[in-house]
């Protein structure tokens, strides 16, 4: 009796696509004639000097910018540079252990959530207002807690800190309450270096970083196929300083990219690879991870959507871009349109968080937004978590073989019968059967008995018993003192601003 | 030009390969052929007999040659027609198509006025079927209910009495037993004019469920019979729960609920060749403290996409599930459960997905949630429409236009694609914060019920024909009549 | 309390079906009287099944293995028990009404219901209400539980009902039912004396209703 | 109304710019004032635009067309206006801020304002304080709108506010300020005259300031 099957392939998760591999090297290709024929422009002098150097045709030279034609086999040349493996590992802790490791390469997957969100829902009151170094922290608690949120972005911006440096301060909020890797953002080159020390700090010195860097940067070029000096400084600081860069343009289509998805893929896959290019030509290797945000215009509100179902299928669609090429992805899910932890932001997240488990990006962002991008939502961040879980139960599959199709079982159980006390169920229905504590399964009596909660006010007293929940500190006092010195001589550099320090709350 | 090139038209899903495939094909086999089922019916058990079937008592077993032999009748491809000719309410079954609908039975219904939960009555049904008339995304109508306020023999008749005045659409006719099925499809023939007229252009579905494990109940094989011998499309759907009445296992309660659909599918290809049929129907997990059948379990949508590939592979269209939910309100969890199963279910292309609308794990039945499920099941359908790439798409040339740090706002091409580009939804709102807060602050909740009664209190189906209004009081008197002694 | 109570209470909530005649034998060996085996072993186990059962902590498989196991002990007790003259917590009999042949949640009632401490009678499914009268002759319970799945045959547990009423019956037992479909509000109209929404509670009921 | 002028702003709520020097020309020709082909032709055409738009019955590029429709009326109606000495509705000056390469919602502003029958003056994006100053001298605009997407250069809209204050010039103009991160609170603090949530939004509060709606 032969055991192993042969010559047989197995689906070990289910499997969707958007694009062939045709289409995708059709919009790749697009991507390609787009960069060497219609060009970038670039904001920054050392930027467009050293895509000059690289080969690059510089035309148009203005005071500020510059227009850059790049021919397709500089990104050639720079792919065969680029990593496609990142890793990043969170924080140490207490045992000085780095536990919480994110390993970027083509079929893994990773949830967290979005950033820099000028508002929040408080989690009392449940009231939108502007988002405070409190809620970050409160926020990155939450995050630490929960098991399907594998790396923090700071879902709201500091605003009862100086605008001029709120950056430092998002990220000794973040370290205050998670150990989880963290996707920084950067007020401007000064800000970065000073995470950059704070980081070196935490985790004990640079030495650490080289094994692995504990964040990555989050860096937006301007659509359409623009890339201002921040950006380019920071992508030349983060090759400089092996950290990785997300390299990430946020295209809406009809409105910064055309109107149709096709086209929208072939300018951010444009602009995304400039950013690979110049990269590598600073220092080959240097780790860049691409994807974005990207949505339709809502034409009849003009905004730019977070839930809409276009932004879904453009975020599956392009991490199968990304994959063919072997980059990490940073692909997006999670969010919402809804103006409050709502039915809609459920439906919302439900779907396109389904749609980007199912395609697989590396880095999954914008799990807890609201309102566009807006807002952040502590209701949002907690039933996001559920709902991942709900989508990992999905993913595991349907396994076929002999056990598992149980025709022996259904031999002995037969017609009528049932199966509750087989051993087939007992030693399975833990691990098959996907159960929350979140989402409720009583009959109707014992649910009104259980005071006729809905799912809005489970997610509210889950989230307020994670928020207090006794958590030993994760930064000992001295610790806590030294990254805090350096926000503060940040803020003194910057105390002469007039409207920056205190200006929201 | 483009050479030796393929494009997906649509997004593509598979949760088993090949080779899976054809295993769990076989298994099913297996099971007809060695295990084989119960069939409570003394007269179908002879025609099965006469067939080719090995029957011991109750049992049937299913030699492999005679279940290929059905499944080669069985049609792939075929048209559910609307009542009154309006081919947008047309159904086609075929491959890469899903439609969505209701399901039946359930006991309470959530009153639209007062918004509280109480029994099913027989008003409920044309609030149902109006619904389901003007939804963009609701296919096919069932009734949301059981009706408790007519005698307890009757509500399925009564049911589709109400439903099929008040929609066009094709209905999945539910009943009791075969004298349910005699009336409501002599109210469908005299609408079609005539048996023949019905046999080309069928305008319902009949439904029939058996029992797991293993069973083939008198009555759902009486109703099968029924419907095999006068040419109605039959939805055959066991309810198979993993762990108490299925095997814990996908693999196994697929393999289990196949079978139980293809001994429905011999008897009735062995009746009436060429009868359009559906497998079907409900595959979830039971939650192991409370006890239920999950509606909303993520298992759902799984188990239903991988029955579906399983029923696409033998070449019969499915009877799907999705938009429904164990939640006991319309909630984050409502919409959480219904929106994955819709969508997976779109994904997979189930021919006709039911039990939208569902709540309390079957339960209630709420307008809100179906209304809900229709904006879903849109988006959902933008979704698996896919990105299309071609030159003109691609777009390269208006980038070129455009260039750097502008925009594309003005031009034609935007113009030429914004609204077949992207979806536009009614209940999902996106207005800014300030606009939000200004026209009320209303959730999707207050929203979707404003939606819901709008909609009641404006839309207007197309009528049946005079006679046929006379030929429903006749099937409800001549009913009456025969109940009147039963308490 | 006795180790051996405490590893039979232990054996009880863990299912363990394999050691459970062993420590049953061997508190009996060491001299502990039937009743308390059964009281402060298996009943404290069962108990303790029942309540995290209710929290949602456990599930109804590893129910299913505590009845398991409690039977197992059982069978060894109980013709000790009734040669003591102990008596039961009652009789339940249970069934499936006439056309429904769905019966998994009135088995796992009678399994909770054992765990109480119940004999129980199971008439099994598809049950008329002339054989729900003949097994209240034959069997003398002081609790019937009927169950129905389907809309369609939750009325038959109407008809039954008045059934017992027509035999002269209906004072001699109490009624409960429970079911899927099945509401309070339905119970009361049909006359029932009481409902549970699950089978831990019908349990808890039936109890009640003897005590 | 004249069946012209009614002609006019059908043709504006259907977009079509091509029609529309033609109607103007006839309409003046007809004897009909350029106040009135301003106010009872194109105005009504873009009042209603602005109607079907709130109410979703529009979409943003239809809305775009008439604007387009709209101004193409203006090059033939603006030199008739400022001739018959009509006061026209008024300037706006457009900018993205410093250090803010986004615009498209400025742009937005822009094209509805045009709609509404502003002369638009866009400056642009990554706009110096200084260079608001220079526009306000230059273009003697009413209303001046600023736009900022991050939250790091919306400050830098204060910062102008208080140039254009030592420039002695903040009595000469209204400012308004918009963009994802500002609100009405933080229009406020900064000294603003007003917020506008969105396009449609700015445009209208553009014809508040200088009196036209």
């Not at chain 1, 700071?154 to 605003?159: A, H, M, R, V």
């Not at chain 1, 030349?236 to 809406?252: G, H, K, M, S």
């Not at chain 2, 048996?195 to 083939?216: K, T, W």
């Not at chain 2, 008198?218 to 095997?247: Q, S």
């Amino acid at each position: 009796m032969q055991v192993r099957k042969n010559n047989y392939t197995v689906n070990m998760t289910p499997t969707m696509q958007v694009l062939t591999e045709n289409q995708i090297e059709a919009i790749y290709y697009a991507a390609l004639a787009v960069l060497s024929e219609t060009g970038v422009r670039v904001y920054d002098k050392e930027g467009w000097d050293l895509a000059h150097q690289g080969g690059a045709v510089v035309e148009d030279v203005q005071a500020d910018s510059a227009l850059v034609k790049m021919p397709s086999w500089m990104v050639d040349k720079a792919r065969a540079t680029l990593p496609q493996r990142i890793r990043v590992i969170g924080t140490p802790d207490g045992d000085g252990k780095r536990k919480y490791n994110m390993d970027l390469y083509k079929n893994t997957m990773y949830f967290g959530t979005g950033s820099d969100t000028p508002f929040t829902i408080d989690p009392y009151t449940q009231v939108r207002r502007r988002a405070t170094y409190k809620d970050v922290r409160n926020l990155a608690k939450l995050a630490e807690a929960l098991p399907n949120v594998d790396f923090f972005m700071s879902l709201g911006i500091t605003q009862d800190t100086a605008v001029g440096t709120y950056d430092r301060w998002q990220y000794l909020a973040m370290l205050e309450a998670t150990n989880k890797p963290i996707n920084i953002t950067a007020v401007d080159i000064e800000g970065l270096k000073d995470q950059l020390e704070m980081a070196y700090i935490r985790l004990g010195g640079k030495e650490e970083w080289k094994k692995a860097p504990c964040f990555s940067l989050y860096n937006e070029p301007v659509s359409p196929l623009s890339h201002s000096e921040e950006v380019i400084q920071k992508l030349l600081f983060c090759a400089d300083n092996d950290i990785p860069i997300v390299y990430t343009p946020c295209p809406l289509a009809g409105a910064t990219a055309p109107a149709t998805l096709a086209g929208l893929m072939v300018q951010a896959l444009t602009e995304s690879l400039f950013g690979i290019v110049l990269s590598q030509l600073r220092k080959p290797g240097c780790q860049v991870i691409i994807g974005g945000l990207m949505s339709a215009m809502d034409m009849q509100t003009a905004v730019y959507p977070y839930g809409s179902p276009e932004m879904a299928l453009l975020s599956a669609g392009y991490t199968e871009i990304t994959k063919w090429m072997r980059v990490p992805e940073y692909e997006t899910a999670g969010c919402s349109d809804a103006k409050c932890f709502d039915e809609q932001a459920c439906m919302e997240a439900a779907i396109n968080i389904s749609t980007a488990a199912m395609i697989g990006g590396n880095m999954i962002h914008d799990i807890g937004y609201i309102e566009q991008g807006l807002c952040s939502s502590p209701h949002m961040l907690v039933a996001s978590d559920e709902i991942i879980s709900r989508t990992k139960r999905i993913l595991r599959g349907i396994p076929v073989n002999a056990d598992t199709q149980a025709l022996d079982v259904l031999d002995q159980v037969g017609p009528g019968g049932h199966f509750l006390g087989h051993d087939h169920t007992y030693n399975r229905f833990k691990t098959e059967n996907w159960r929350s504590a979140l989402t409720d399964r009583q009959v109707y009596a014992d649910w009104e008995t259980s005071g006729c909660k809905d799912y809005q006010q489970r997610v509210q007293e889950r989230m307020v018993e994670i928020l207090e929940a006794d958590a030993a500190p994760l930064l000992e006092p001295k610790m806590y003192q030294e990254l805090r010195r350096i926000c503060e001589l940040a803020d003194a550099r910057h105390k002469d601003e007039e409207l920056d320090v205190q200006m929201f709350v | 030009m483009r050479t030796n090139y393929v494009a997906n038209a649509g997004v593509r899903f598979n949760v088993f390969s090949q080779d899976q495939l054809e295993e769990m094909f076989n298994g099913v086999l297996h099971l007809l052929m060695y295990t084989g089922l119960d069939v409570k019916h003394e007269e179908a058990r002879d025609i099965l007999a006469k067939a080719g079937a090995w029957v011991d008592g109750e049992r049937v077993r299913l030699p492999s040659y005679m279940v290929k032999d059905a499944l080669r009748k069985a049609p792939r491809s075929f048209t559910l027609w609307a009542r009154d000719g309006n081919p947008k309410h047309n159904i086609h079954i075929g491959p890469g198509r899903a439609h969505f609908g209701p399901g039946p039975t359930c006991t309470h219904f959530i009153d639209p006025e007062t918004l509280e939960r109480r029994p099913y009555t027989k008003a409920d049904v044309p609030l149902v079927a109006r619904l389901v008339d003007a939804l963009p995304n609701i296919d096919f109508c069932e009734s949301l209910g059981t009706v408790g306020d007519v005698h307890f023999d009757l509500g399925a008749l009564y049911e589709f009495a109400g439903m099929f005045p008040n929609t066009s659409k094709p209905i999945v006719a539910w009943s009791y037993d075969k004298y349910d099925s005699a009336g409501i499809h002599e109210i469908a023939v005299a609408e079609a004019g005539g048996q023949r007229a019905f046999e080309q252009r069928p305008n319902y579905v009949h439904y029939c469920e058996p029992l797991s494990p293993l069973v083939s109940t008198f009555e759902a094989i009486d109703k099968l019979i029924f419907a095999a011998t006068h040419r109605v499309p039959l939805v055959f759907t066991p309810c198979p729960i993993a762990g108490g009445t299925a095997p814990i296992t996908g693999a196994g309660i697929i393999t289990m609920g196949a079978a139980e659909s293809w001994m429905g599918l011999t008897l009735a290809q062995t009746l009436q060749p060429g009868l359009p049929f559906f497998m079907g129907g409900v595959f979830s997990a039971m939650d192991m403290n409370t006890m239920i059948l999950a509606y909303g379990a993520p298992e759902l949508p799984l188990y239903m996409a991988g029955l579906t590939e399983l029923a696409h592979y033998a070449g019969l269209p499915l009877w799907q599930t999705g938009g429904c939910t164990d939640s006991k309100t319309f909630d984050g969890q409502a919409m959480i459960e219904g929106a994955m199963s819709v969508f997976f279910s779109a994904l997979t292309s189930g021919d006709l997905c039911h039990d939208v609308g569902y709540t309390e794990s079957a339960m209630t039945g709420s307008l809100f949630q179906l209304c809900a499920m229709d904006e879903a099941i849109g988006y959902s359908r933008r979704i698996i429409r896919g990105i299309e790439v071609d030159d003109d798409t691609l777009a390269v040339d208006v980038i070129n236009k455009v260039g750097p740090n502008n925009h594309y706002l003005r031009q034609p091409h935007t113009r030429k694609y914004y609204k077949s580009e992207y979806f536009y939804p009614k209940l999902l709102d996106r207005q800014d914060f300030e606009n939000w807060e200004s026209s009320g602050s209303l959730t999707m909740k207050q929203r979707t019920v404003a939606r819901v009664r709008d909609v009641l209190a404006t839309h207007k189906p197309s009528q049946v024909k005079p006679e046929t209004m006379q030929v429903i009081e006749k099937v409800l008197a001549e009913a009456e009549d025969r109940v009147k002694d039963k308490k | 309390m006795s180790e051996i109570l405490v590893q039979l209470s232990e054996a009880i909530i863990d299912g363990n079906v394999e050691d459970i005649v062993d420590l049953t034998e061997e508190a009996l060996d060491d001299g502990i009287p039937a009743q308390e085996v059964l009281n402060k072993g298996l009943m404290a186990g069962m108990d303790h099944v029942g309540a995290e059962f209710k929290a949602g902590n456990m599930f109804v498989p590893e129910v299913l293995r505590s009845a398991k196991a409690m039977q197992a002990s059982m069978d060894l007790l109980r013709p000790i028990l009734a040669e003591a003259g102990v008596k039961h917590t009652g009789k339940l009999l249970l069934g499936t009404v006439k056309g429904d042949l769905h019966d998994i949640g009135k088995n796992l009632v009678g399994m909770m219901a054992e765990g109480a401490g119940f004999e129980v009678k199971d008439l099994g499914k598809d049950i008329t209400p002339d054989q729900f009268v003949s097994a209240i002759k034959e069997y003398q319970p002081d609790v019937i539980g009927m169950s129905a799945l389907l809309t369609t045959t939750m009325r038959v547990m109407g008809h039954t009902i008045k059934a017992l009423e027509e035999a002269g019956l209906r004072d001699r037992v109490k009624v409960i039912v429970g079911g899927a479909p099945v509401t309070q509000e339905f119970a009361n109209q049909i006359g029932a004396d009481g409902y549970a929404p699950n089978a831990a509670s019908a349990a808890e009921l039936a109890r009640k209703l003897v005590s | 109304m004249s069946k012209l002028l009614e002609k006019m702003s059908t043709a504006i709520l259907e977009g079509e710019a091509e029609k529309m020097p033609n109607l103007v020309k006839k309409a003046l020709a007809e004897g009909t004032s350029a106040k009135e082909v301003l106010e009872n032709g194109l105005l009504v055409g873009m009042q209603e635009v602005g109607v079907r738009f709130r109410a979703g019955d529009m979409f943003v590029p239809e809305v775009l067309m008439s604007a387009e429709a709209m101004q193409a009326a203006m090059v033939v109606l603006r030199p008739e206006l400022a001739a018959s000495g009509h006061k026209q509705i008024g300037k706006v000056v457009l900018g993205t801020v410093k250090g803010d390469l986004h615009d498209i919602g400025k742009n937005l502003v822009g094209m509805m304002c045009e709609g509404a029958g502003f002369e638009v003056v866009d400056i642009g994006f990554n706009v110096e304080p200084e260079n608001f100053i220079e526009a306000i001298k230059n273009h003697q605009p009413e209303v001046i709108g600023m736009s900022a997407m991050l939250t790091t250069t919306m400050r830098a809209m204060g910062h102008t506010i208080k140039a254009i204050e030592e420039a002695g010039l903040r009595d000469r103009v209204k400012i308004m300020v918009g963009g994802a991160p500002v609100d009405a609170e933080f229009a406020k603090r900064i000294g603003a005259d007003g917020y506008g949530s969105n396009a449609p939004a700015g445009a209208e509060l553009a014809q508040k300031f200088v009196g036209a709606a």
